[in-house]
């Protein structure tokens, strides 16, 4: 399978799609801790400078802030890198935003591997796990540019809060043009019977790529993208467990809390199945170029395939 | 605003008291709580909500209104009994302060209380709200004012200091941030445990227009919210020099009298005592 890297930085895609949002939408403000440049908030500033405040290097002001703003009406877009905008700023993202049901949309970038040369210390593995954790919380991945122009209007008008979890890089294409895409709703990209790849973010391409080469060694493999990891689409899940009845998961994240802790979740509840979890196993980042993380953290398509198979083992043992 | 005349400083007295008792009596219904911190604010929410604020108690998410962010959150009791003396609620509801399923939590909740406009009880945090929801004000271009009590513990977060920097630049003029100096905190007095200095110093280092005032003089917090209010183009803060505990005579003057655990007739006696002084 070939697959085609966008000419588009996915931040540029958001920041546009925004801009555009709120042309009409008076009420959107943009928030950002010093990392304009880098997010491409910029653009925001420059067009809407009244509705835009760089607050400086300062989170836990600025989710609070946010929070304030939301109380008066307004839709506050908060960003930064994903380790500053949850874990830094988490007990306000938790009491001054969700606790006292205030809308922050939370923009966090760079996620786990995808900040690269920033390192271990601005590596966020976990930030989905501890937004998952905090009741009301959306919890969404983008994949590519078609889901990000599909997606935002949507996430502008969620009653809740939302954390937008955006790799701010040229994405790899999975969707084509024009693909409806619901919140909360997971989507098929390949039909399979013996097994299902379930992921999200970066690692999509990646599952499809495995599937191809899984197909190639006789595997029929199911791939699924769950970009809304919570709240999780859990028929479609329940429905992949029993009709392939052994499931990968996929994942730029530690394997713990994300993604694949969401999927064991519902397993556990409706339907056992052995599953096997792609993603960081429960290790800091470290620093080095995507590519290099990616084999480093066997977070590749042909990790995908191994686990498949392993997995596949489990299935046939009943385990 | 014109200075207040001596009826009207009798009246917001008188206010201050009746917010005492209530609140008192709100804790003896339950044998513990955070007294030292809601006695030490009551002239404040006499001041404010017996004569300055914009309000309307039976409309109390009134678009027009005026917002108290209590950052401070554990002085909810104290808010809750001048709230319900101004007939947001009835003062029955006062009765029934941390009872599985109140609408009276030990600290504020926006979601539960008709008049408490935000939600706040992790320290630091209803700060950066207030500074918020006055941003909001003027993005909408309205003339609402937001008023933010702080305590001298709570100052001692990291994020007051952030909100302090952006609140000093930003030029909030709509806005009017006091703090509660009562000196004490939970573990004890501020100055032990890590003191916090000159603070109207500190405030006018970042910009605001700072001042001091004794905090149980209602004559001088009305004359100090004058003042903050005729420094347009400037944030404002007010340092109100306060005791913690004040007029509850088993709490004030006590070391440990954040939190406390009393026995029904030590609230009695307190509030005879409240009652005499007329």
Same mark, same amino acid.
């Given at each position: 399978m070939k697959f085609t890297v966008d000419s588009q930085a996915m931040k540029d895609v958001y920041i546009e799609e925004l801009l555009e949002i709120a042309k009409t939408n008076q009420d959107i403000v943009v928030l950002d801790a010093d990392l304009m440049n880098s997010n491409g908030t910029i653009q925001f500033m420059k067009t809407f400078p009244e509705r835009?405040?760089?607050?400086?290097?300062q989170e836990a002001n600025m989710i609070g802030m946010a929070a304030g703003l939301a109380a008066t009406g307004k839709i506050p877009f908060t960003h930064t890198f994903s380790c500053f905008n949850t874990r830094r700023a988490l007990d306000q993202i938790y009491m001054s935003v969700a606790y006292a049901k205030l809308p922050v949309r939370i923009v966090g970038t760079d996620p786990g591997i995808t900040a690269a040369f920033n390192g271990g210390t601005h590596m966020a593995l976990e930030d989905v796990g501890v937004v998952r954790g905090i009741p009301t919380m959306t919890v969404i991945e983008p994949v590519d540019n078609v889901m990000m122009r599909a997606i935002l209007q949507d996430v502008v008008d969620l009653p809740g809060p939302v954390y937008l979890r955006v790799n701010r890089k040229q994405p790899v294409q999975v969707y084509s043009e024009g693909t409806e895409l619901e919140i909360g709703k997971g989507k098929v990209l390949r039909e399979g019977k013996d097994v299902t790849i379930i992921a999200t973010g970066i690692m999509v391409s990646e599952a499809l790529q495995a599937a191809e080469t899984l197909a190639e060694e006789g595997i029929d493999a199911k791939v699924v993208n769950i970009?809304?990891?919570?709240?999780?689409?859990e028929e479609l899940v329940v429905a992949c467990a029993r009709e392939t009845g052994a499931i990968v998961t996929a994942e730029n994240?530690?394997?713990?809390?994300?993604l694949g802790s969401a999927v064991a979740e519902v397993c556990a509840a409706h339907c056992p199945t052995p599953i096997e979890k792609i993603g960081v196993q429960d290790l800091f980042g470290e620093v080095g170029p995507i590519d290099y993380l990616q084999k480093r953290f066997k977070m590749t398509a042909a990790d995908i395939v191994e686990k498949t198979k392993l997995v596949l083992e489990r299935k046939k043992k009943g385990c | 605003m014109k200075a207040l005349d001596r009826q009207e400083v009798q009246k917001l007295e008188e206010f201050a008291r009746e917010i005492r008792i209530e609140t008192l009596k709100q804790f003896g219904n339950l044998g513990? !709580? &955070?007294v030292g911190g809601a006695m030490s604010i009551i002239e404040l929410l006499a001041v404010l909500y017996g004569k300055v604020m914009r309000i309307d108690p039976k409309n #109390?998410?009134?678009?027009?209104r005026d917002w108290l962010v209590l %950052?401070?959150? &554990?002085a909810g009791p104290a808010l809750y009994s001048t709230l319900a003396l101004k007939?947001?609620? #009835?003062?029955?509801?006062?009765?029934?302060?941390?009872?599985?399923?109140?609408?009276? #939590? %030990?600290h504020a909740d926006r979601n539960l209380t #008709?008049?408490?406009d935000m939600t706040t009880? %992790?320290?630091?945090q209803g700060f950066s709200t207030g500074l918020g929801v006055a941003l909001g004000h003027r993005m909408n271009k309205k003339d609402n004012y937001v008023y933010i009590v702080l305590g001298d513990g709570e100052s001692q977060e990291g994020q007051i200091w952030e909100g302090v920097l952006f609140g000093g630049n930003a030029k909030l003029d709509q806005m009017i941030v006091f703090v509660?100096?009562?000196?004490?905190?939970l573990d004890g007095y501020v100055d032990d445990i890590n003191p916090l200095g000159n603070l109207k110093e500190k405030w006018e280092a970042f910009g605001w227009h700072a001042q001091e005032v004794d905090g149980h003089s209602v004559e001088e917090i009305y004359a100090a919210i004058a003042q903050a209010k005729a420094a347009k183009g400037q944030s404002s803060v007010i340092i109100l020099h306060t005791i913690k505990g004040k007029g509850c005579n088993f709490a004030? !003057?006590?070391?440990?009298?954040h939190h406390m655990r009393f026995k029904p007739e030590q609230i009695e006696a307190a509030i005879e005592a409240l009652k005499e002084v007329e």
């Open positions: 835009a405040i760089n607050v400086g290097v970009f809304t990891i919570k709240p999780i689409d994240h530690n394997v713990l809390n994300g | 513990f !709580g &955070h #109390p998410k009134w678009e027009e %950052s401070k959150g &554990h007939g947001y609620f #009835p003062l029955e509801m006062l009765k029934t302060l941390n009872q599985g399923g109140t609408n009276l #939590p %030990s #008709p008049g408490v009880g %992790s320290l630091g509660d100096y009562n000196k004490q905190q004030e !003057g006590i070391e440990f009298n």
